[in-house]
């Protein structure tokens, strides 16, 4: 299983270097640079102190340059030094990743403990009022922006009730509103995808013969029914657990959370490459390394899958 582990993250690593290799080009491509940026876009810059800056930071050397000597420092583990702090790109990584992993991790823990009860109830109850306004509201979250949703959340239970801070970060009390935000869209496609792997197996021959032999309702759940059911739940739980990663990018910026996407939003219109590159590197890692987990505790339940 180690060994299966060691193998994709290795497989993974032209992924990584695909990701890095089109931060460059698209940087390459967009008007503008951390040169023009630092001083209000270039007005009445001085055209040598420009040229100077460029020079320094290696802008006038040509793409593949740029990005071999990148993959080169890349190799050694060193995401190169920030254009607009000249600190360490890796440290400034450190700093935020901890309060995008709590921001992650709580959005997941709230989308998991509505959505995961709130699809097998609904299963099991098909056609009934539980089912339909669960499935309404399934559909509603997966349809609603972020953005917009984060705005509602503020004004109604920031401005208008009081019950919690609408931006900074700090205690529990931050992080209720951007982890309710975060969490609405994991949180109706795991009802969903609950309901309907509940509902394959339930109807299912071998959930059929074991009723038919006398086992009792709660022993059929807990042995057929959620055992199956736990593989394709674990494989979304995964999917959206990655995702989030990249979805925090508005939410954070939306409640000034100082994670890995506000990071990443401001080294978007700063024009720096290295922090953009080391935030998109990040968040590409973290989605293969929760999948390649997911896939082990996939087999780790249930026995019949096997990974050569």
């Given at each position: ?23 460059f ?21 001085d ?23 990148y ?22 990584l450190?700093?935020?990743?901890w ?36 499935m309404?509201?399934?559909v ?8 917009w949703?984060g ?10 009730l ?16 951007p ?6 869209a994991?949180?109706a496609?795991?009802?969903?995808t ?17 009723r038919?032999k ?13 055992r199956?059911?736990?593989?394709i739940?674990l ?9 989030l ?7 954070e ?8 996407g ?10 720096d ?9 990040l ?14 505790a ?11």
């Amino acid at each position: 299983m180690l060994l299966f582990g060691v193998r994709r993250l290795l497989q993974s690593l032209p992924t990584v270097l695909a990701a890095a290799l089109t931060v460059f080009v698209l940087f390459s491509v967009i008007p503008g640079s951390i040169a023009t940026s630092m001083f209000d876009d270039g007005r009445g810059m001085d055209a040598e102190v420009m040229e100077r800056i460029r020079k320094e930071l290696g802008l006038d050397d040509p793409v593949h340059v740029r990005f071999a000597n990148y993959v080169g420092k890349l190799a050694v583990l060193d995401l190169g030094v920030s254009f607009r702090s000249r600190e360490p790109v890796a440290q400034l990584l450190a700093k935020r990743l901890w309060p995008t992993f709590q921001l992650v991790v709580a959005a997941m823990a709230f989308a998991i403990a509505i959505g995961v009860p709130l699809g097998f109830v609904a299963a099991m109850r098909p056609g009934g009022v539980i089912d339909a306004i669960s499935m309404f509201g399934a559909v509603s979250g997966l349809s609603i922006a972020a953005f917009w949703f984060g705005l509602l959340m503020m004004y109604l239970f920031g401005l208008k009730l009081g019950w919690f801070p609408t931006f900074g970060y700090g205690g529990w009390n931050n992080l209720v509103l951007p982890a309710v935000t975060l969490g609405v869209a994991p949180l109706a496609l795991l009802a969903r995808t609950t309901r309907a792997a509940v509902l394959d197996v339930v109807n299912a021959d071998f959930v059929r013969t074991a009723r038919s032999k006398g086992m009792s309702e709660t022993r059929v759940v807990r042995w057929h029914v959620l055992r199956n059911v736990a593989v394709i739940v674990l494989t979304t739980l995964g999917l959206q657990f990655g995702a989030l990663m990249g979805q925090a990018v508005v939410v954070e910026k939306l409640f000034s959370w100082p994670g890995v996407g506000s990071l990443l939003v401001d080294s978007v219109f700063q024009r720096d490459i290295p922090a953009v590159q080391g935030c998109i590197l990040l968040i590409v890692l973290f989605f293969l390394i929760v999948n390649t987990l997911v896939d082990i505790a996939a087999a780790l339940i249930d026995p019949r899958i096997k990974y050569g």
